[in-house]
């Protein structure tokens, strides 16, 4: 296996299927002769040629909805935003749009595009610029929503997401591409809506996804570390479809449960994992279901400030210590 960092990893998946499909290609700002602004695409235009690497202008509902057109005729685009917070200019394209056609068109039309880029707080770039929107988007029948923590699954599910007939909004924590990480050599690919336990355990379970996942596995090794007690990690990798019964099984063993999430807390992802523990396992639970999630503010410019607002290590032990 190679050590490589989390945007390399997206880069080799974007190569790899520009091979083996002649119908993906990638369009968003300076993708093609920059390099991305994450320098994501690294070298792929010079490779691959101005039909598989699109630059646009900066005009995200015009890209986007031709995407979504694109799409519609069988071609298969990978679109970049520079910030998904800027998906909120394009939503109409993004919901009534990709989100709907197949339902509107009795199945008939298929809309197999990915809409990536970097996502959440952390970097101090402001409030405009760090929404995660991964809770807005999965509210929507027809997106699937993906957000993954490792280089080994950002390839794994990029590599699915490119493949998949429905829209797959795909969230990369800004904070997680100089993040290095093995991937195998060979080709492989995840399966959307399929769980993964990052670290294991028996005496309470931490249900997390993107950057909050290796957070929840930082304060599980600390956890037993000082105090002897052994916290499961369950990634959850998709939003939408989710497995449900990767999380009835762990928290079935632990009986406790502390939903860790870079989601604003109301109406959040991790909102939606209590909901359906409640509903499915009342009976399972030794003990109430916590959270620990971003502030419910907007980013804070500054960035010591702002790290204040995102789940810690510190914030998940509190929690933790709380229902033990």
């Known amino acids: 296996m190679a050590l490589i960092e989390y945007r390399d990893a997206l880069n080799q998946a974007f190569a790899e299927e520009i091979e083996r499909d002649p119908n993906v290609f990638l369009i968003g700002e300076e993708v093609a002769e920059y390099d991305g602004a994450y320098k994501v695409t690294r070298g792929l235009w010079k490779k691959y040629g101005d039909k598989r690497l699109v630059d646009a202008p900066i005009s995200e509902a015009g890209f986007i909805g031709m995407a979504v057109g694109a799409s519609m005729l069988g071609l298969r685009p990978v ?10 200019v394009a939503y109409d394209q993004i919901i009534n749009n990709a989100g709907c056609v197949r339902y509107m068109s009795g199945g008939l039309i298929n809309c197999p595009i990915v809409i990536r880029g970097p996502a959440n707080g952390g970097t101090g770039v402001g409030a405009t610029h760090s929404h995660t929107p991964e809770n807005w988007l999965a509210n929507i ?9 490792t280089a080994y699954d ?13 829209p797959v909004m795909f969230m990369e924590n800004t904070l997680l591409y100089g993040e290095k990480g093995e991937v195998p ?3 492989y690919t995840i399966p959307l809506g399929l769980a993964d336990i990052k670290r294991e355990g028996s005496d309470i379970t931490f249900i997390a996804h993107g950057r909050a996942a290796l957070t929840s596995v930082k304060a599980a090794e600390q ?3 000082e105090k002897g007690i052994q916290a499961e990690v369950l990634d959850l990798r998709s939003i939408r479809p989710i497995d449900e019964d990767a999380i009835l ?13 870079e989601n604003k807390p109301f109406c959040g992802v991790s909102a939606q994992v209590a909901t359906m523990i409640q509903e499915k396992i009342f009976d399972e639970l030794d003990a109430p279901i916590r959270r620990v ?7 804070i410019y500054s960035p010591e ?6 789940p810690t290590v510190e914030r998940i032990l509190e929690k933790a210590l709380t229902i033990l």
């Open 141 to 149: 029948p027809g997106l699937k929503v993906v957000s993954a923590a």
């Open 185 to 187: 050599d060979e080709e």
């Open 249 to 261: 099984r762990s928290v079935s063993k632990t009986h406790r449960v502390v939903l860790v999430d």
């Open 223 to 225: 956890l037993a570390h």
């Open 79 to 88: 679109i970049e935003l520079m910030f998904w917070s800027f998906c909120t």
């Open 293 to 299: 999630c971003t502030i419910d503010a907007p980013a």
């Open 154 to 166: 950002a390839k794994g599910l990029m590599k699915t997401a490119i493949r998949d007939n429905d």
């Open 305 to 310: 400030v702002e790290k204040l607002q995102l």
